[in-house]
Every structure is written in structure tokens, then in C-alpha cells.
């Protein structure tokens, strides 16, 4: 028996052993990790992609490199970037994920810019079983296809919550008598405006709001200019839209030329975009949008620092899916280098179930998703604050009603 046992204490001690040196001969021959992108630089999505993901993607690589690289077992390997333009289309991206799946033979691929990409690209990458860490997509699927494509993260959360987080400080305002009961809305006809004002709707309708404008428009529509003036003409005490930048910019541009000046003026995704602040200037005060961080933690203000000092011409990120997209970055790269390999059946366990040290706070998924988000911000002194959920820290107060439009 003492002969058996020390056989089988010399055998599993040998098969340790073995795994071990396993290990670390599989992270001496890895040389590089090949981390590939396929990322809108042309078509509508441009605006989006070139603020919250190109130079987040640039300066985590930037940094990380500059740290001798990802740390497998005992040594580090630097990141080897392959990308594609998608061109803002569907089927372009699908493509190009394809061609770095099965010409590049990438380690790692990040995800594209925007809603409407990220459910294209997603059943492609379930199937290949990379990562999928969705920073840029707000969707009421996001529960369902993370337990339909376990690989994929939805950081952004549902839009129902958006809905919910948004309606709740409405009804907080009109208690408190700062605003009546009419809503104007419009919507992009993109899965983000589809989402959005799909679950904003019955927010709305039962909180007894009067919704007295409802419309979407194409994506790259130009002339917003009679959707605006129909809803001047209405009055509302609240305008709502679900906009991508490009319709951000020019809602706030014809709103200000028509006089538009709800108490509460609420706009989609490029409100919290730097370009916002350079474009309208005093403008942007009590100006509400998707999104916020919490400006005053000591974690923002270093990434912001180390943002500008990385970005071309020192471009600021914006303030709320930037910061979600380099924490997303940052739980990669913490993932791989606790399994110590390119196992990344091994990464997509550790996302879901490990925790992560971020420059949004210290982060851990349930159900492949987070359970905290910042849905409404408001720009108040130059800055854009996250001020509802009003119970996640560094919330600041609403200012309302906004303060009429100034000229230019």
C-alpha cells in the first residue's frame, strides 16, 4: 500500500510538474498577442468610433506596450494590432471579423463602435468563440443574448433601465414643480433609437406623461430643421432625443436657431462628446444626455489626463462610454493575464466571473453584465456630470430648468 501511494504522489507530483512547465513553455513561445478591430473610420458611424473607441483602443495599447506588454506566466509580450475599416455597415464588419478570424489568425478581437454593430458582429464571434466586450451597445437584448452568446458583455446595459433611470428623474422634476407634463420625442431609426424610445415609450405613458410628439427619423437624415420646428410649435416641457452624434449636433444647432427651449432638453448619444462643449460653448449649460461619469473621482481625472496627453491634437474622451471602453480594456487584459495563456475559453470565464481594478471603480459582471451604469448627465460648468441613477456616487443635482440659449 505505502509503495502504491508513493508511486501515485510521484505520478501526480510529475503530472504537476509536467502542466506547470506546460505553461510556461506555452507563454515562452507566444511572442506577441495579435489583438485585432474592425472600426468605422468612414460612413456615419465615423463620429462615434473616432471619439469613444479609436483612441481608447490606441491608448491602451500605447500604455500597455510601453509596460513591456501583457503579462504571460513570467515574462510580458507586447500587442500586435491588425484593423479594418468597417465602414459603418453591417455586413462590412462581419467581413472584416472573418478575415482577422481566419487570415490573421488574431488572439483577440475588439468589438466596433455602436449598437447596431455589435448585435451584427455578435453571433460571428459567439461562433468563434472570442471575447465580446460590448462598451458602445445599449440594448433591452442584452440580458437574453448574453445567455444565448456567453462570450459576449453588455457594459452599457438595457434600455430599459435607460428608460427607467431617465422617466424617474422626470418624475422627480415634475414633483418638485419644475416641469409640467409634456414630451416631445424623436428617435434615429438605428438599433439605438429603435431601443431606446421603444422602452421610453411605456416609461413615459404610465408615469402619466403626455407624450405629444413621437417620430423617428433615417440615420444620416440632414435637414432636422422641420422636426424641430414642428415641436416648437408644441411647447413641450420636455424634449427628448435618441440621436447618434451627427443628429445630436444638429437637434441642439436647429433647436437654439429656433428658440426650442424646454425646461428639460435631453439628448442621445455625442452630448457628452468634447465636441459638444467646443461647438456650443455657454450653451451646453443644463444641456441633459445618455450617459455621465462621476468627473469629480481622482481615477477619471487621471485617465482623462492620460487621454489628452495621448490623443491627437490632446482630444478629450467623451464622458461616458470612453471611460466604459478603456475599463473594458483593462478587464481584457486583467483576464489573460490571470489564466497566463491565449485560452480565451479561459478569458470569457474569468470575465464572468472575476473581478476587476478599473478607472470606473472596481467592477464585477452578473449575467455578463454590470449593476451599475450612469444614464443621465448634465452639463454644468463646462463639465458633463452623471446625475441620475441619483443613488451611484458622485451624482450631482439637476439643474432645471435649463437656462435659455444664448447667442453664439
Not at 191 to 198: E, K, N, Q, T, Y
Request: hydrophobic share 40%.
Amino acid at each position: 500500500m505505502t509503495t502504491f501511494l508513493t508511486r501515485r504522489a510521484a505520478l501526480l507530483a510529475a503530472a504537476t510538474c509536467a502542466a506547470t512547465i506546460g505553461l510556461a513553455a506555452i507563454a515562452e513561445a507566444q511572442t506577441s498577442i495579435k489583438i485585432g478591430y474592425a472600426i468605422s473610420r468612414t460612413g456615419p458611424n465615423t463620429g462615434g468610433a473616432a471619439v469613444t473607441t479609436i483612441p481608447n483602443y490606441e491608448l491602451w495599447v500605447k500604455e500597455v506596450n510601453a509596460a513591456g506588454g501583457i503579462k504571460l506566466g513570467d515574462k510580458r509580450v507586447p500587442i500586435e494590432v491588425v484593423q479594418y475599416d468597417d465602414r459603418s455597415n453591417a455586413e462590412e464588419a462581419v467581413r472584416a471579423l472573418e478575415r482577422l478570424i481566419n487570415q490573421d489568425k488574431v488572439d483577440f478581437i475588439l468589438p466596433p463602435w455602436g449598437t447596431g454593430l455589435n448585435l451584427a458582429v455578435g453571433p460571428t464571434l459567439n461562433r468563434e468563440g472570442y471575447p465580446h466586450l460590448a462598451a458602445t451597445a445599449v440594448t433591452d437584448r442584452a440580458p437574453e443574448l448574453a445567455k444565448r452568446w456567453p462570450n459576449s458583455f453588455w457594459l452599457l446595459g438595457t434600455s430599459a433601465d435607460a428608460a427607467k433611470s431617465l422617466v424617474e428623474l422626470l418624475n422627480k422634476l415634475r414633483d418638485e414643480k419644475k416641469i409640467g407634463d409634456t414630451v416631445a420625442m424623436v428617435s434615429i431609426a438605428d438599433g439605438f433609437g429603435i431601443d431606446l424610445s421603444g422602452a421610453a415609450r411605456p416609461a413615459l405613458t404610465n408615469a402619466k406623461f403626455k407624450l405629444a410628439y413621437d417620430k423617428t427619423y433615417p440615420i444620416g437624415t440632414q435637414d432636422l430643421a422641420p422636426i424641430v420646428n414642428e415641436i416648437k410649435a408644441l411647447n413641450p416641457d420636455v424634449f427628448i432625443a435618441f440621436s447618434y452624434p451627427p443628429d445630436t449636433l444638429a437637434l441642439t444647432e436647429q433647436s437654439r436657431i429656433a428658440g426650442l427651449n424646454p425646461k428639460v432638453f435631453y439628448t442621445g448619444v455625442g452630448t457628452a462628446f468634447p465636441l459638444y462643449k467646443q461647438k456650443f460653448g455657454k450653451n451646453t449649460e443644463g444641456v441633459m444626455g445618455i450617459g455621465g461619469w462621476s468627473g469629480d473621482s481622482p481615477a477619471i481625472k487621471d485617465y482623462l489626463a492620460r487621454h489628452k496627453a495621448s490623443a491627437a491634437n490632446g482630444a478629450e474622451p467623451d464622458r461616458w462610454a470612453s471611460a466604459v471602453t478603456y475599463a473594458s480594456l483593462q478587464m481584457l487584459q486583467q483576464a489573460i493575464e490571470r489564466v497566463g495563456k491565449v485560452d480565451r475559453a479561459a478569458v470569457i470565464k474569468d470575465l464572468q466571473t472575476g473581478s476587476f481594478d478599473t478607472v470606473i471603480g472596481k467592477v464585477k459582471l452578473e449575467n455578463n453584465m454590470p449593476t451599475r451604469y450612469w444614464w443621465v448627465g448634465q452639463w454644468q460648468d463646462g463639465e458633463f456630470y452623471g446625475i441620475a441613477p441619483a443613488g451611484n456616487e458622485g451624482a450631482r443635482k439637476a439643474i432645471v430648468p435649463k437656462p435659455a440659449w444664448v447667442a453664439p
